[in-house]
């Protein structure tokens, strides 16, 4: 009798421990299903440090007549990390570095695209592994589709400013989304429009590049792409279109969107748009992997324009706020991570003028971008040959609010003479970058007048600027979803991409 209830005993724990080991499979079996993402959303603002982010934080708090901040949506995600940028061969990493550095998981040199330090071999890109894999792969940005950051996901090229052989890679990669600004040289005529040299900060034409033919655009449509670059196909665009270029209507200073701050809604296509369009031709069953630059933090931080920035910000988060629905709908198969690619203009919340003072709101009076501004410097500087001072003070008063005192935007004696200054120069020439030029400074490659009122806006709001170029600050990711865990902690930025292909093996 009590052998049978032995042999019982015994049977009884052996069905518990079998029953318990096999659940404890199907839980291995599906940590592992969930530990590949379907849906991999990757932002990077392109110039983005903390300061960038808690500078548009501090501005809606201040909005919100609170001395503290009102946190952006990418900042509260659950999963924080930081990652270093150097370069192989410089400190001070630059986008296209930076940008294989983040797709590959291999350091490069300073300006080579998707390919290693020496500039021999092609690295694969994590987008190229997507699509490998079988996902839809987007690639969308508010800059040139050429441009450095979004290149070195399907590009392969020694340098950077071979728009035309990167348009070419564009098309040969097979990606099924393209969206944003449009193509720096389709013709592939070697030349960098002069009037743009901020998107290029002073790395010259590759004078080496003879006229090509034939036109890349004409080559995407022959590899069955179709580039559309109106509102109203835009918003025909929809779920089974495939093989897509879709290029802002309206373009600014090289081939990129307006600056948010310059942008109408009706007629403007956002970043925000961009990537809820993005969603809609990407989402299938297979998943898709779609990266998403806002390129031009980066540039509003060259010419040290700090509304222009936290604009810009404000945008990226709406666009990850997309992103954030989707995850909603889809918890247990989407990663979203948002990481920059390095700090641009060594940008500080506080300045030495304004000592322990804060007043971020003052910002709001600004009322175009730097870029605008400039343009209109310059329409004034050719259209008049006696330029009266006071005409620049009423500009910088109309557009910056500079000097209105119901704005709290009185000028001092010396931000009066600094201002006074920057227009007499700006009157003479136009004025070109010259990193030798003891006006640098003072200036960096800015129209003087616009740069100087872009200091002092920032200075009362207690904003400071240490550079007119990158920084080696590191950066923040933030992440959530399937893996987000993998982003935390403080690793180097080619761990980020090293870690998204382990995700996808
Ligand atoms: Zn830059």
Known sequence: MS??????????VAIILLIASSAK???????????????????IG???????????????GALNKSNGIKRLNFTTLPNQ??????????????SAAAGTALSSGEKTS??????????????????????????KVGIVTSVSIDHATPASFYAHQPTRNMYYDISLDLSKSGFNYFAGGGFKHPEGDGKIDENNTMANFGMGADQKLAKKKPNSLEVAKARGYTIINTLDDFKALQKGDDKIISIAPRLAGGKSLPYSIDQDEKTDISLEDFTRKGIELLDNKKGFFMMIEAGKIDWACHANDAATVIKEVLQLDKAVSA??????????????????????????????????????????????????????VKEYRESTK??????????????FGLGNEEKNLKLNEFELQQLKDAFEKSMIYEYKMSKDDQFYLLYGSYDPFTV???????????????????????IPIRSIGVGAEQFTGFFDNTDVSKRLKKLLE
């Open 3 to 12: 052998k049978t209830i032995f042999n019982l005993r015994i049977w009884f």
């Open 25 to 43: 499979v199907n839980a291995d079996n599906s940590s592992e299903n969930t530990k590949t993402p379907k849906y991999i959303f990757f932002f």
């Open 46 to 60: 392109d110039g983005m440090g903390l300061s960038q982010a808690n500078t548009a934080e501090a501005y809606l």
């Open 81 to 94: 990390g930081f990652y270093t940028t150097y370069a192989s061969d410089r400190f001070i990493t630059g």
């Open 110 to 135: 300073i300006s080579t695209i998707g390919m290693d330090a020496k500039r021999q071999k092609p690295l694969k890109s994590v987008a190229e592994v997507a699509k490998e894999k079988g996902y």
């Open 323 to 376: 992103a954030l629905e989707f995850y909603k709908k889809h918890p247990k198969e989407t990663l979203i991570l948002i990481g920059g690619d390095h700090e641009t203009g060594g940008m500080a919340l506080g300045f030495s003028g304004s000592h322990y003072q804060s007043a971020f709101s003052l910002l709001q009076n600004q009322n175009l971008s730097y870029e605008k501004f400039a343009q209109l």
């Open 386 to 399: 006696q330029p009266d001072v006071n005409y620049g003070l009423e500009l910088v008063k109309k557009h």
């Open 452 to 474: 100087t009122a872009c200091h002092i806006l920032s200075q009362k709001a207690g904003i400071g600027w240490t550079s007119f170029s990158h920084t080696a600050s590191p």
